[in-house]
């Protein structure tokens, strides 16, 4: 039931059957009449629709408010010889001859009132009209307390609806926050875990590396003190033994000779582990800790001897260092960085190929550039290389975290990683460190494929 079409088809009735040439249909709305529909026989539309206050130059408002008040119907043949009413302004201004106005109640609750007028005829609204009018009332109070109340649920739905789409995208946003409050957090503790497990590589490394020094080194000086001692006996052995071509001469010969071999192998030996030990110092960076000056390549040097094993018998390693200048950061991070850079290129080569490590100085910044020729990313992979637990290692064989902590690290020096590749023509990755760089400021990543 839609109210307004209720309202008009009750006019168009009225107007048909009462003999009315002038009215209108007032409906209560929290105890106060506000017009509704308006009827004039005359006009082109004789029913026209309009919520206005009631007015005394339209309405006769003594007598409206009368039929309110009373609820008792009014019909006047003369309406300005009604003692009553004949002080009502517009009954004053308009004089109009036939008047009829009737409550709409249901259930004794005052719904509204109709108002009609004849001014052709003296006592046009006779009392059959009058009866039917009536009638007419009294069915249309319960259809418009009907039509009202389907009208008020229509809205409590829309609003309700509303209310509902509100509250889910209220629950939405609250959900998207928890969630990037639970990835933040996640990200914090892998953060802390990482650096939990450095500091503890840090401080093994630290101490492995103190306790071999000391033996160390007195490996060392004495394979250096054993070999200088050696080349003299080999001296003097050849010259106590002369032109002696024996078998006994010959034997000790080779033995001395061995012995020498040994002593060189020995000193050899005990040079490299004093290397890996440096490296391994230099890479953890114990004794700086804190944000220092460093020279990049000292940290890209020592993070290749360690990652030698990776690379020794089939991977060669190019160096093509330009002139830098010393560089403000945490170097063991970065030495962290240029570790996973180094991994990933070795293990994306299947077989023999080559690693490039290039450095150069653009933009204001030190930029550090990781070359392999191995198996290339696809391109449906670059945008999300640097997505924590992502990996095309397969399997068990890589934890999808390397890259990520990487990317994070240079975040977290004001830079940023770029990378190139494609399916089989290798991938290179650029890390851009500002020499101005602020601790907290960062970037997203950027990655373009060729």
């Keep these: 039931i839609e109210l307004p079409r209720l309202q008009r088809a009750l006019m168009q009735i009225v107007l048909a059957n009462a003999g009315a040439e002038r009215g209108a249909l ?40 009368y039929v309110a008040r009373t609820r008792e119907p009014v019909v006047l043949a003369r ?19 036939s008047l009829l106005c009737v409550a709409l109640t249901d259930q004794a609750r005052l719904v509204g009132v109709l108002y009609l007028e004849n001014n052709l005829v003296d006592g046009a609204f006779s009392p059959e009209r009058a009866e039917l009018v009536a009638l007419l009332a009294s069915q249309s109070a319960g259809a418009v307390q009907k039509a009202r109340l389907y009208a008020q649920l229509e809205a409590y739905n829309a609003t309700l609806s ?39 590589l840090g401080n093994l490394v630290a101490g492995i590396a103190h306790e071999i020094n000391t033996p160390l080194g007195a490996l060392k000086a004495n394979a250096e003190t054993s070999l200088g001692a050696l080349d003299k006996l080999q001296a003097l052995l050849d010259s106590l033994l002369g032109g002696d071509d024996s078998g006994e001469a010959r034997r000790a ?7 020498l071999s040994m002593g060189t192998i020995s000193h050899k030996a005990s040079q490299r582990i004093t290397e890996i030990v440096s490296s391994l110092r230099a890479f953890a960076r114990l004794d700086r800790s804190q944000q220092d000056e460093v020279d ?7 993070t ?19 002139e830098l200048p010393r560089l403000r950061c945490y170097p063991s991070q970065l030495n962290q960085v240029f570790m996973n850079l180094l991994v990933n290129a070795a293990h994306a080569i299947e077989g023999e190929g080559d690693i490039t490590v290039r450095t150069e100085l653009a933009n204001d910044c030190i930029v550090v550039s990781v070359r392999d020729s191995g198996r290339g990313i ?26 990520s902590i990487a990317h994070r690290i240079v975040q977290e020096h004001g830079g940023r990683i770029d990378v190139e590749s494609a399916r089989g023509e ?13 601790r907290g400021d960062s970037d997203d990543a950027r990655v373009s494929g060729a």
Excluded: C
Excluded at 296 to 302: A, D, M, Y
């Design 79 to 97: 309406a300005a010889d009604e003692a009553l009413f004949n002080r009502d302004p517009y009954i004053v201004a308009n004089e109009p001859r």
């Design 378 to 403: 696809a391109a449906e992979h670059l945008d999300k290389i640097f997505d924590p637990g992502f990996t095309t290692k397969g399997v068990k064989v890589g934890t999808g975290l390397g890259l």
């Design 304 to 322: 290749l001897t360690l990652v030698h094993h990776e690379l020794r018998g089939r991977i060669e390693v190019r160096r093509e260092f330009a």
């Design 26 to 65: 007032l409906l209560a709305d929290d105890g106060e009449l506000a017009v509704q529909a308006w009827l004039d026989g005359a006009a082109e539309e004789p029913v026209r629709l309009e919520s206005a206050a009631p007015h005394p130059e339209r309405l006769p408002l003594a007598v409206i408010n």
């Design 296 to 302: 990049v390549h000292e940290g890209l040097e020592s």
């Design 426 to 438: 290798g991938a290179t990755f650029r890390v851009w460190l500002p020499l101005a760089a602020s």
């Design 162 to 200: 509303e209310r509902v789409e509100q509250r889910t995208a209220e629950l939405r946003e609250k959900n998207e926050a928890l969630e990037r409050a639970l990835t933040e957090l996640r990200e914090t503790q892998d953060k802390l875990l990482v650096q939990e497990k450095m500091a503890s």
């Design 253 to 259: 010969r080779r033995l001395a000779k061995s012995v």
